[in-house]
Each structure stands twice: as structure tokens, then as C-alpha cells.
């Protein structure tokens, strides 16, 4: 099982890769990790003319810390993800949710850029930039624009990526003082994707929850934020009737494809239970138990 | 579509191939390379049986383009051993019966390998999530986290090699 026939490029920096992006335009595609395009290709469900490796763009990678925002280039991989310190201290639900993505050796290939450019709802980075409230920088042949990760997915394999831009850098805000953070992902097994996933992250000051944000994967067209469940939380004291009404809210918003993880009612269900959990891990967290 | 010459060190030694940029690692090390250690079993990244070294990372190597290993160092289980002697891994998975059809084994060989390398000391938890990428369908795995636990402390004793 190998992919269609195709011209490979190496481009050795960011500016190379515009270029060659803008000459072959939609008869290319860009490799990250290789882990949905390569076995994508070798399907048929894609067949690029043109490959353009992004491995090889040093620019790309690594994460750093700049007036509060922690920079992630996008081709940083998983397993660097896992291993940030200062992710870790700074924006602990990336890590978190990179632990629960596929297995060791795909993290060490896949990509934080990749999963996001994507645009598949099963990727588990799309809620977790929605939860951090992260933005995209997306470069062009006219230069960079950022774009805020919530309205960044229009739908299943469809984002606001253009043809000739490259999803070149994602940042997220450094979390504060009393905040909150966890990933609930139900998975079958080891490497597969999400039944359900809840990604949860807030803010308390004293007993009351200043912020939070929800967002859930694989179930919907897209990642999905809740807004409505995190309207009903903000500002209270959040307790175990307040969580019910939080997951209750979150199950009116879900809309999951049926397939062999289960139908849509019992994926809706794990949404709400996913929530439920996050949102009391992330209590417990913020309060440092 | 043209072929590309591809220059990589393979388990220490230069090799040169010609392949087509859509040609896998795991083919062109098979079957141009006679390297058949690392197998093919689902071919979509997720057994494990392919895996091999690249760069001192484990890859699943039917999820790389043979031409992403250019210039780089790949590791098959071909080079674990020194001289006709085992590699303590490969002697571990002997003495604690960590394989019984053997088809998964080359993978995990390579794998833990790898995983020796970055966590010389692991616990039972850490084994088992560090060889999670790795599928085996007969020995239910017990025997293959003993192997990799005796492999680590004789791997320690002599001073982590």
C-alpha cells in the first residue's frame, strides 16, 4: 500500500515552502507528521501532485516564550510538546491532552500544526486551542495574519486556511494565578481517536469560577466550544448540581457522526460525562489539591 | 516519475538506493535493502511491527517516506547486535519468553531500544506506556514488560550501553 504518484520538495526554509505552495497551488499539499496525509494518500482519499515537506524548516519548530504568550511552532511534535517545561508551568493542558494522542511513535512524528491544520474533529488539538483560547498564525505569499482558534473550523476537514497558507505558528496565553486545566478523552484503545473528549480549563478567584472555557472533540463536524455550559458556570460557586446543569447543556450542543465507537446517544452521553470529570479535575487543580 | 537517489546510514553503514519519493521506508529497506527485520503488519501506523530508529526517535517506518530518511540514521533490529553477541534486549526477550510467533518482536526490540535510551530506569507504568505503540497478538505482554525490566537493569549494571 504506497501513495499515488508525486513530486516531493524539501524546502529548507519557511519562505521556500510559500513559494513553492503559491507555484503549485491546489495540486499541493504540505507534509507535518505524515500520520492523517500519509495513510490518507495511501487510500486514495488524497493523491497531491505535489508534497511539500515541511520537515526540514527549522523556523517551524520549537516553543518560546514571548509577553505572556507562549509561541508553539507548528511543526513541534507531541512528544516535544510532553517534554516543554515551560508548557508544563505555562499552558499545562497542551501536555496533558499530547499524552493522551496516539501512541510514542507517532507522537514523535505528529505534529501540534498538523493536527490543527487538519481540520479532522477526532484531532484532539482543535478543543484544546479552543479551551486555552489560543490563535493561529497562518503565513502567506502576503505575509501573516492571526486568527483566534474559536471560528478557525468551519467544518469537517475545512478550516479558514487558505490554499497558498501555512499554518506557521500557534499561541496560547500563559495560564494565571488560581487557574484550572484538564483533558477527559474516552478512547477505545491506545491510538485510537476520541469516543469523546471534554477539555476544560478555568479560573477561580476564591471559591467562585471567574472564567471557564469547555470545548469538546469528536463530536460534532468540528471541535466544539460550549459556550452556554460555561455561561451557566461563570461567576458562581461551582458545585456538583451546577456541573449537572453544565453537562445537561453540554449534550444539547452535540451532534456526533454515528460509527464503530458508538452511536450518537451514547457519544453524547460521554460528552456530558467528560465534562462532568474535567470540570471537577480542573476544580480540584485550581484549588491545588 | 524519476527516482531519487537516497544516502542514509543504515545500522552505521552508507547506503545509497534509488526510490520514488512515494516509496515508504519499510519497503525500500525490505526489499531493496534485504533488511527485512522490521516487518509489515497493518501497514497503517498503528502494530508497530515496523518500527525503527530514525534520527535516535522511534518511527513507525510504513508512515515514512523512504526519502525523509536523506542524510539521517536508521537503526534496525539487524544492529542491535554486536559481533554475533546479543544485545542484552535481545537476550532478555529470550530468557523471560517475551515473544512466542515472534512477528511483533523485532518492533519491540527496536522500540525498547529506544525507550532504554531516553528512561534507563523505568517503572512497570512507564514500560507500558512507552511500548504502547507496539501490538503484540500472543503473549498478552506480561513477558515482554519482565524482558524490557531485567534488560534495564543489566543494561544499568554495565553502565548503559
Redesign the interface.
Known amino acids: 500500500?504506497?501513495?499515488?504518484?508525486?513530486?516531493?520538495h524539501?524546502p529548507s526554509n519557511l519562505k521556500e515552502a510559500i513559494r513553492l505552495l503559491g507555484e503549485h497551488n491546489s495540486g499541493a499539499k504540505i507534509l507535518a507528521g505524515?500520520?492523517s496525509l500519509?495513510?490518507m494518500?495511501?487510500l486514495r482519499f488524497a493523491a497531491p501532485a505535489h508534497?511539500i515537506?515541511l520537515?526540514r524548516v527549522p523556523e517551524l519548530k520549537g516553543i518560546r516564550e514571548q509577553g505572556g504568550m507562549i509561541r508553539i511552532g507548528a511543526m513541534t511534535t507531541e512528544?516535544e510538546i510532553i517534554a516543554s517545561e515551560l508548557l508544563r508551568t505555562k499552558c499545562p493542558l497542551l501536555p496533558e491532552a499530547a499524552r493522551q494522542i496516539?501512541?510514542?511513535?507517532?507522537r514523535?512524528?505528529g505534529t501540534v500544526g498538523g493536527d490543527i491544520a487538519h481540520g479532522d474533529p477526532g484531532n484532539d488539538h482543535p478543543a484544546i486551542a479552543l479551551a486555552t483560547e489560543a490563535s493561529f498564525v497562518l503565513t502567506g505569499p502576503k505575509g501573516e495574519r492571526t486568527v483566534a482558534a474559536d471560528g478557525f473550523f468551519l467544518g469537517t476537514y475545512s478550516t479558514q486556511l487558505q490554499a497558498d497558507e501555512i499554518l506557521t505558528e500557534i499561541r496560547v496565553p500563559a495560564i494565571g494565578k488560581g487557574t484550572g486545566w484538564a483533558y477527559c478523552k474516552l478512547k477505545r484503545k491506545?491510538?485510537d481517536f476520541a469516543t469523546a473528549a471534554a477539555a476544560v480549563q478555568l479560573q477561580l478567584d476564591g471559591n467562585t469560577c471567574k472564567k471557564i472555557v469547555i470545548a469538546l472533540t469528536n463530536v460534532a463536524p468540528t471541535a466544539l466550544k460550549a459556550k452556554d455550559a460555561a455561561a451557566l458556570l461563570t461567576g458562581k460557586t461551582i458545585d456538583d448540581k451546577l456541573i449537572e446543569q453544565a453537562a445537561q447543556k453540554v449534550m444539547s450542543i452535540c451532534d456526533p457522526a454515528e460509527d464503530l465507537r458508538g452511536d450518537r446517544e451514547y457519544k453524547t452521553h460521554m460528552a456530558a460525562e467528560m465534562t462532568r470529570r474535567a470540570i471537577r479535575l480542573a476544580l480540584e487543580r485550581a484549588k491545588g489539591k | 516519475m524519476a527516482k531519487t537517489h537516497i544516502s542514509f546510514n543504515l545500522n552505521g553503514r552508507p547506503v545509497d538506493v534509488l526510490a520514488e519519493p512515494r516509496e515508504l521506508l519499510i519497503h525500500v529497506l525490505r526489499e531493496q535493502l534485504a533488511h527485512t527485520g522490521p516487518h509489515i503488519g497493518c501497514e497503517t501506523s498503528h502494530c508497530g511491527a515496523c518500527t525503527v530508529d530514525l534520527n535516535g526517535r522511534s518511527v513507525k517506518s510504513c508512515t515514512v517516506l523512504a526519502v525523509q530518511a536523506q542524510g539521517g540514521n536508521v537503526l534496525t533490529v539487524e544492529g542491535l547486535a554486536t559481533n554475533g553477541t546479543l544485545h542484552p534486549l535481545q537476550e532478555e526477550f529470550m530468557q523471560q519468553h517475551g515473544l512466542q510467533c515472534g512477528f511483533c518482536t523485532p518492533g519491540m526490540l527496536v522500540r525498547a531500544y529506544r525507550f532504554l535510551q531516553e528512561n534507563p530506569n523505568p517503572s512497570e507504568e512507564e514500560i507500558r506506556t512507552g511500548m504502547s505503540g507496539n501490538i503484540c497478538r500472543c503473549t498478552g505482554y506480561q513477558n515482554i514488560v519482565k524482558a524490557v525490566q531485567h534488560a534495564a537493569k543489566r543494561l544499568q549494571a554495565a553502565g548503559g550501553k
Open positions: 500500500m504506497i501513495p499515488a504518484t508525486f513530486e516531493y524539501a505524515g500520520h500519509l495513510p494518500m495511501k508534497l515537506d520537515n512528544n496516539a501512541d510514542p511513535q507517532v514523535n512524528c491506545t491510538g
